[in-house]
């Protein structure tokens, strides 16, 4: 919340607009959208509320679970930088890494013996194939695109550039990134082995502030539900913030409240039990 957060919290009557991330929250490890969950977001939307995905994926692959979860509400992909209708395809925000950023970026990693994936437009570029990048492209479903330099990019503006290194190296590498990029990037590890630096605009939390306008519906009229580090600043804006039981200490920290995992269905109860009591809808 806004400023408004100081005095005390009121209620929302209805909540309109229901945010799911998608890893850990939506699909367990079988990247299954179940029946069950399937069926709430129908009722969620048969209500009136509209119903959105908001994960670190990318555009094609967003795509597939928002279609599969019959979620009809725009998408919002690559950790926030990107938000996009499900049905058309028509994106509808980019917020872009500048060429400097980009540059900076992709100089450190260089100097440093990490893997560099960079994300432009919904493809994903490498220098080389290994096999972490092999195995990310098959879980995935995508092709990647090997080229000599990743640096001869960083004009194109890219969505997303993604270094994957051992934890321990990965402790110290976010700060240098951070460091190096100051105010230019938005820099983040939404697992302990990687570092992701996006534009600053990026971020879950600043999509569906962009999906708040657009929609005309107010932060406190927002139930969000995630379990990673990237959702915390989501799940404390949204008027009603659910987080995974088990999921990251900063998203628990965040949310009002947590539900059970995928695999018991804790999303798709807790829709259902708030559309029963008259709270999910326009």
Known sequence: ???????????????????????????????????????????????????????????????????????EGPVICYQGALTFSAQTGEIIRHARISPAAARGALELFAATDVHVNLYLDDEVYVERLTPWAEGYASRMEIGLKVVPSLLALADRRPTLILAVSDTDRNVTLVPEVVRRLGRLARVTHSLPHFCEVGSPQAGKERALAHLSKLLDVPSQQFIAFGDGKGDAGMLRWAGLGVAIEGGHPDAIAAAGQAVQGPDKDGVARMIEELVTKGMIGA
């Open 1 to 71: 919340g806004g400023p408004a957060a100081a005095t005390s919290p009121r209620r929302a009557e209805k909540y309109r607009v229901v945010v799911l991330d998608v890893d850990g929250t939506m699909v367990g490890p079988d990247f299954v959208v179940s029946d069950r969950l399937r069926r709430a977001v129908r009722a969620a939307q048969d209500a009136g509320a509209t119903v959105s995905l908001a994960t670190g994926r990318m555009m094609r692959s967003a795509r597939r679970f928002a279609l599969e979860a019959g979620a």
